[in-house]
Structures are given as structure tokens and as C-alpha cells.
């Protein structure tokens, strides 16, 4: 089966731009949350939507914005780029929450804004 | 706030060796699940271990196993017969806030193994 899914692997985007990311989760799993990792930090949970609704924002700003689709693929959205922004944004997936068996995360998507 | 601490920025080891990484954290919750991932140079992070919270009973996978003190809130990593490929960023982590959706991580350890 293939694992967690994420597009594009690298992206490169100007200030102010937007930018979105897109995230398959494993066959059967209907949970995918979005993480933001900054460099030597551990990730940040910005995003979980189940079963098409959003259950979960962390503290990002509203430029932040996520949505789910009927086959349970998700995409992130973030406008008005700032150079903050650059980072590995992490996709996880799961049947439907944390539960026992934690997340299955894909391999990221490293932005840079220049 | 609920918060994970890995006091430990870097490791070394040497190959074969035993090396053990530490992590606290602070909740109100009873019932809950802890977890040590791995992320390798590839970024991928990887589940390496999981605990459940109302288990006395430490948990064990091959090399991996943990000593998980409930009343002291602290959840160590040791890794057994230490190999190269166990080179990585390893995070500590749990479901906070009462959800079972978000996860807090730790800062992260980066270990390296030395040949």
C-alpha cells in the first residue's frame, strides 16, 4: 500500500505569494492533520479534518486555511506568504484520530520564501 | 499548557552501545498515549514506540524500549545495540488539550551514532 503522499517536495515562493500543498492520506483513512516544522524545532499542528470538517486549528494566523475533498485527499493553503513561513509542512494520516497507533506522516513538503 | 520537554539537544553513541534519551511532559489527563518518532535526514517521521498511559508495563520493540514513570510524567527512550541507521532527530510526543488529534511534540534530540 502507499504510504502518506505529499506535493511538491520543494517549492520555492516569493513574499506575499500563496502557496498550496497537497497531501493523499493512506487507502482507509479518513483523518488528515497538517503540521508545520520549523528548522530544529518539532512540528506544530496547525490542521485536522475528519471526514471532510475541520475538528482542530492550532494557533496560526487566517492565512492559514485547509480543506478535505470527498476522497479524503487535503490541501493547505497559505496566503500573503511572509518569510516566517518558510518551513517542512508535515501531512499525517489516520483512521480517525491520534488514537493508539499515533500518525503515519508523509515525507513533507519543504517551503522556502524568499 | 500542556508541554513536552527533551532536555537533551544532542547525543552521541558509539555503535553497539546503549543510549537513552529523556522526555517529560506535563498533563491533567489519566488516560492517554505517549510516542518517540524518529525523523531521519529522509524527513519522514516514524513511529518508533507508543505507551499507553494506563500500562504499568513498559513497552518493548526489538532494540527499542522506554521507562515510563506515570507519577513523574517522564517517558526515556533507550535504544539498545545502537546502530548507524539509528542516526536521526528523535521527538517525544502526545495528544494534548484532552483531544485525541493533536499532537505536542518535543523540541527533538538529534543522536548520532559513530562507527
Known amino acids: 500500500d502507499a504510504g502518506v503522499t505529499q506535493s511538491p517536495t520543494h517549492l520555492i515562493k516569493t513574499r506575499g505569494q500563496q502557496v498550496t500543498l497537497r497531501c493523499s492520506p493512506i487507502?482507509?483513512?479518513?483523518?488528515v492533520s497538517w503540521y508545520q516544522q520549523v528548522l530544529g524545532q518539532g512540528p506544530q499542528f496547525i490542521f485536522q479534518?475528519?471526514?471532510?470538517?475541520?475538528?482542530g486549528r492550532g494557533n496560526f494566523p487566517d492565512r492559514f486555511s485547509a480543506r478535505q475533498f470527498p476522497n479524503y485527499s487535503s490541501e493547505l493553503n497559505v496566503n500573503a506568504l511572509l518569510l516566517g513561513d518558510s518551513a517542512l509542512y508535515l501531512c499525517?494520516?489516520?483512521?480517525?484520530?491520534?488514537?493508539?497507533?499515533?500518525?503515519?506522516f508523509g515525507s513533507g513538503t519543504r517551503l522556502t520564501v524568499v | 499548557a500542556q508541554t513536552v520537554t527533551q532536555s537533551q539537544p544532542e547525543m552521541s553513541v558509539q555503535e553497539a552501545e546503549t543510549v537513552t534519551l529523556s522526555c517529560t511532559y506535563d498533563?491533567?489527563?489519566?488516560?492517554?498515549?505517549l510516542f518517540w518518532y524518529k525523523q531521519p535526514p529522509s524527513r519522514q517521521m516514524i513511529l518508533v514506540i507508543r505507551?499507553?498511559?494506563?500500562?504499568?508495563q513498559n513497552a518493548t520493540e526489538n532494540r527499542f524500549s522506554v521507562n515510563f514513570q506515570k507519577a513523574a510524567k517522564s517517558f526515556s527512550l533507550k535504544i539498545s545495540d545502537s546502530q548507524l541507521g539509528d542516526t536521526a532527530m528523535y521527538f517525544c510526543a502526545f495528544p494534548s488539550g484532552g483531544s485525541n488529534y493533536k499532537l505536542t511534540f518535543g523540541k527533538g534530540t538529534l543522536l548520532t551514532v559513530n562507527p
Open positions: 505507551q499507553e498511559a494506563y500500562k504499568q
Open positions: 499525517a494520516s489516520s483512521l480517525t484520530g491520534v488514537g493508539p497507533y499515533g500518525y503515519t
Open positions: 479534518y475528519y471526514e471532510k470538517e475541520e475538528r
Open positions: 487507502s482507509g483513512h479518513k483523518s
Open positions: 498533563t491533567s489527563e489519566n488516560n492517554y498515549y
